[in-house]
């Protein structure tokens, strides 16, 4: 299941309700590849040992979850008793919560402490099938901290063999002790460290955060050192897509809110518009429009979100499985969006996200009797028997 050709990075369009399917295969990994696949009976030197059984399961490839938050301190359990009791997003951040509670916290935990906790995320979501993530900074909101959190990231991607992706989030919230306008210049002058260990730059480009002209500045500064993921349209049509094709960003996530406008901007670029239904569940927020995009000829990733204020969870399963009932992707549109349109969305489609020769096997193993519709459909009954990385 997920067979592509050779030199397909992502799918648009029709394009994403298809993918390739063989019954009764095999599959040949030699040094962790993917060197063939067929339906033909392995004889002779093309044999392979040793031999994985697939009992009737279905193999495909791993998840690609291109937007987390995993590497943060603590818990903000005491802000899901606001939102139970009433308070909205925005009105747990104008008090002091959310994003700026996460990064005290964060400043008070060593270096070695974040690590660990990080490592555990990590490592469950490794077990839920994703084999390679992006990792977001954006809880320290000061050079120290920020810096902090992308050696973590760094470390991590270390310690584990999926494969971990790392973004300069400095522009997440404005930092304790600084106007707006400072802050954006902080910002934009820690971006040569950051660029030392971050693969990506983000702003979080929405209503009460930071603004179209503040995004274009930061990412003006970053051309040539970063490339640009950003965050747009989850509280409000914040201009962000718009800003984000202009400076040729690879994604722009979130994206709860939009109107044809958005559709517009996309259509033609190399931008991967991403969704985040986790972060749609957990506050309650519109779920995006995924099904009019695909209409409309784009493709459509989907992402966990992964973080402790509006989506503690990284179940790649469970956002596929809201992709079909919350969003009305078919399964295979659903499926597409998790793995090689994830994988796109944070430069990591050539190696992850479909059954390809010579891209790495990284790959699920499911228990018999599984197929994409009942992977949706039966969202929390276990179905992993072996994750291949």
Same mark, same amino acid.
């Given at each position: 299941?997920?067979?592509?050709?050779?030199?397909?990075?992502?799918?648009?369009?029709?394009?994403?309700?298809?993918?390739?399917?063989?019954?009764?295969?095999?599959?040949?990994?030699?040094?962790?590849?993917?060197?063939?696949?067929?339906?033909?009976?392995?004889?002779?030197?093309?044999?392979?040992?040793?031999?994985?059984?697939?009992?009737?399961?279905?193999?495909?490839?791993?998840?690609?979850?291109?937007?987390?938050?995993?590497?943060?301190?603590?818990?903000?359990?005491?802000?899901?008793?606001?939102?139970?009791?009433?308070?909205?997003?925005?009105?747990?951040?104008?008090?002091?919560?959310?994003?700026?509670?996460?990064?005290?916290?964060?400043?008070?935990?060593?270096?070695?402490?974040?690590?660990?906790?990080?490592?555990?995320?990590?490592?469950?979501?490794?077990?839920?099938?994703?084999?390679?993530?992006?990792?977001?900074?954006?809880?320290?909101?000061?050079?120290?901290?920020?810096?902090?959190?992308?050696?973590?990231?760094?470390?991590?991607?270390?310690?584990?063999?999926?494969?971990?992706?790392?973004?300069?989030?400095?522009?997440?919230?404005?930092?304790?002790?600084?106007?707006?306008?400072?802050?954006?210049?902080?910002?934009?002058?820690?971006?040569?460290?950051?660029?030392?260990?971050?693969?990506?730059?983000?702003?979080?480009?929405?209503?009460?955060?930071?603004?179209?002209?503040?995004?274009? +500045?930061?990412?003006? /500064? #970053?051309?040539? *050192?970063?490339? !640009?993921?950003?965050?747009?349209?989850? &509280? $409000?049509?914040?201009?962000?897509?718009?800003?984000?094709?202009?400076?040729?960003?690879?994604?722009?996530?979130?994206?709860?809110?939009?109107?044809?406008?958005?559709?517009?901007?996309?259509?033609?670029?190399?931008?991967?518009?991403?969704?985040?239904?986790?972060?749609?569940?957990?506050?309650?927020?519109?779920?995006?429009?995924?099904?009019?995009?695909?209409?409309?000829?784009?493709?459509?990733?989907?992402?966990?979100?992964?973080?402790?204020?509006?989506?503690?969870?990284?179940?790649?399963?469970?956002?596929?499985?809201?992709?079909?009932?919350?969003?009305?992707?078919?399964?295979?549109?659903?499926?597409?969006?998790?793995?090689?349109?994830?994988?796109?969305?944070?430069?990591?489609?050539?190696?992850?996200?479909?059954?390809? +020769?010579?891209?790495? /096997? #990284?790959?699920? *193993?499911?228990? !018999?009797?599984?197929?994409?519709?009942? &992977? $949706?459909?039966?969202?929390?009954?276990?179905?992993?028997?072996?994750?291949?990385?």
């Amino acid at each position: 299941m997920g067979i592509q050709p050779e030199g397909v990075l992502r799918v648009e369009g029709e394009a994403q309700g298809k993918t390739g399917v063989l019954e009764n295969a095999w599959l040949k990994v030699e040094e962790g590849r993917i060197v063939d696949f067929g339906t033909s009976v392995l004889t002779g030197e093309a044999s392979v040992s040793p031999v994985i059984d697939a009992c009737g399961g279905m193999v495909m490839p791993g998840f690609c979850d291109s937007h987390t938050h995993v590497v943060y301190a603590g818990s903000r359990d005491g802000e899901f008793l606001d939102k139970i009791n009433g308070l909205s997003y925005e009105e747990i951040a104008a008090r002091g919560g959310g994003i700026l509670n996460s990064a005290d916290l964060l400043h008070r935990t060593s270096e070695e402490e974040l690590l660990e906790q990080s490592l555990s995320r990590v490592e469950e979501m490794m077990a839920k099938g994703t084999v390679a993530m992006e990792i977001k900074s954006g809880y320290g909101l000061n050079r120290a901290d920020e810096l902090k959190m992308l050696r973590v990231i760094r470390r991590l991607g270390e310690k584990v063999p999926a494969t971990i992706k790392s973004t300069f989030l400095g522009a997440h919230a404005v930092g304790r002790g600084f106007t707006h306008e400072a802050y954006v210049q902080e910002v934009i002058d820690m971006i040569p460290e950051a660029a030392e260990y971050a693969d990506f730059v983000d702003v979080f480009c929405d209503e009460g955060f930071f603004t179209v002209e503040d995004t274009d +500045r930061i990412l003006e /500064a #970053a051309k040539h *050192l970063l490339t !640009p993921k950003i965050h747009a349209n989850e &509280l $409000a049509v914040s201009g962000g897509v718009q800003v984000g094709v202009k400076h040729q960003a690879l994604s722009v996530d979130h994206l709860e809110r939009t109107t044809p406008a958005e559709i517009e901007a996309l259509k033609g670029t190399w931008t991967m518009p991403t969704m985040l239904p986790g972060s749609s569940f957990f506050l309650g927020l519109p779920y995006g429009r995924a099904k009019e995009f695909i209409q409309n000829g784009l493709g459509v990733a989907l992402a966990s979100d992964y973080n402790p204020g509006s989506s503690p969870s990284g179940d790649m399963r469970f956002v596929m499985a809201q992709g079909c009932i919350k969003m009305q992707l078919t399964p295979v549109e659903a499926f597409n969006a998790v793995t090689i349109n994830s994988a796109y969305a944070m430069g990591v489609s050539p190696e992850y996200g479909s059954i390809t +020769r010579g891209k790495k /096997a #990284a790959l699920i *193993l499911t228990r !018999p009797g599984w197929d994409l519709t009942k &992977l $949706a459909y039966q969202y929390q009954t276990p179905f992993i028997r072996q994750v291949i990385l």
